[in-house]
Every structure is written in structure tokens, then in C-alpha cells.
T-cell receptor, first 115, second 109 residues
């Protein structure tokens, strides 16, 4: 496997369920990100991990809980979500600290539907 | 506030040329990115501009004018596979990426 892999690709859950999204990167990058993508809206940065340490939490509700056990894996734990949380959740990774562009490599996303 | 503007949707004909514009107002500037996203797939990196001028990569070119807060992505010899959304993003003075809502490009035969 190469690049950034996200599972599951599709998830339907009720508001009382608990589920997790998983992201794995095989690029040796030191930073990983969770983004929310809603139709016709800009990407919303949710969380950033740099060398496994969380460096960004953009006022995300506590019903979203990230976990980064190592620099290759990132999880997003979901519980008691709301219908407005239905969206595409994108994981990305990058190699920070280099001069020049910090190019993100994205996964294909997990399409979440909250009923 | 910080803002990126790009057209919501554009239509072009196979074989033609299309220009997708992006204007921005941000707190500082540390580069502008273009990404391509096919439906149901990951966004993929197309280009990065940090200095004024035109960067060419095959059929795709990206232009930047920092004084005007303006960029465009130029796609030549359009192919059906170019049907996708094109995302513009600017890195501000805090090295945060500010994203536009994307431009959906529809290519017709």
C-alpha cells in the first residue's frame, strides 16, 4: 500500500452510536491532519498532529475525538453525532520542516452519514 | 476575515482552454496551492506558486499576482478526464492553509 489510506470509505450511523475512522500513511511523513469537507464549502481543518503531538484543534466539538498512536496512524473517534456532521472526512499527511511548499497528500475520504 | 473566492462551477468543451480564477484576502501570504479532486477521490496536488508569474506543467499552468491577490489555473487541450473540482488554497502568515470552496469543472464533448 502506498499513499494515504482511509477506512471505512462509507459509514452510516445513528446519533447514539460510537464509531471510529482510521487513517494510515505509508509516506514517512511527520504530520497528519483531519479535514471535514461539506458540499460547496471550503475544507475545514479539524485537527493536526505533528510528530504524534496534537498541534491544532480548531474548536471542534468534543463528540469528535482524535487519536494518533504513532506517526503513521490517525483515528477519529465519533460519538453522539448530529445530522449536520454528515460530510466527507479527509485525512492528509505532509512532511513539515522543509523549506518550500508543505504539500498535503490526501486520502480518498470517509463518507459519513448521520441519521 | 480571510477569504478565498473562486467560481462555483464552470463548463468547457473537450480540446479547448479554460481558466479558473482564484482571488484571496489573507493575513499574509506564504504561497498558493491548486489541488484537483475527482468525484469520490482524494484531492491531489497540482501546483504551488509563491512568486509572481506563470508556472507551467504540461497542459496545466498556474499564475500568481501577489499585488492583486489573484491566481488562475489554466488548463489547455481539455480532456474528459479533466472533469473534476479544482481547489485553491493560500498559506497565510501563520502557515495556516485557507481554502476556497472549489470550482467544479464540467467538460463536454
Amino acid at each position: 500500500e502506498t499513499g494515504v489510506t482511509q477506512t471505512p470509505r462509507h459509514l452510516v450511523m445513528g446519533m447514539t452510536n460510537k464509531k471510529s475512522l482510521k487513517c494510515e500513511q505509508h509516506l514517512g511523513h511527520n504530520a497528519m491532519y483531519w479535514y471535514k469537507q461539506s458540499a460547496k464549502k471550503p475544507l475545514e481543518l479539524m485537527f493536526v498532529y505533528n510528530f504524534k503531538e496534537q498541534t491544532e484543534n480548531n474548536s471542534v466539538p468534543s463528540r469528535f475525538s482524535p487519536e494518533c498512536p504513532n506517526s503513521s496512524h490517525l483515528f477519529l473517534h465519533l460519538h453522539t453525532l448530529q445530522p449536520e456532521d454528515s460530510a466527507l472526512y479527509l485525512c492528509a499527511s505532509s512532511q513539515t520542516g522543509n523549506s518550500g511548499a508543505n504539500v498535503l497528500t490526501f486520502g480518498a475520504g470517509s463518507r459519513l452519514t448521520v441519521l | 476575515g480571510q477569504n478565498i473566492d473562486q467560481p462555483t462551477e464552470m463548463t468547457a468543451t473537450e480540446g479547448a482552454i479554460v481558466q479558473i480564477n482564484c482571488t484571496y484576502q489573507t493575513s499574509g501570504f506564504n504561497g498558493l496551492f491548486w489541488y484537483q479532486q475527482h468525484a469520490g477521490e482524494a484531492p491531489t496536488f497540482l501546483s504551488y506558486n509563491v512568486l509572481d508569474g506563470l508556472e507551467e506543467k504540461g497542459r496545466f499552468s498556474s499564475f500568481l499576482s501577489r499585488s492583486k491577490g489573484y491566481s488562475y489555473l489554466l488548463l489547455k487541450e481539455l480532456q474528459m478526464k479533466d472533469s473534476a473540482s479544482y481547489l485553491c488554497a493560500v498559506m497565510d502568515s501563520n502557515y495556516q492553509l485557507i481554502w476556497g470552496a472549489g470550482t467544479k469543472l464540467i467538460i463536454k464533448p
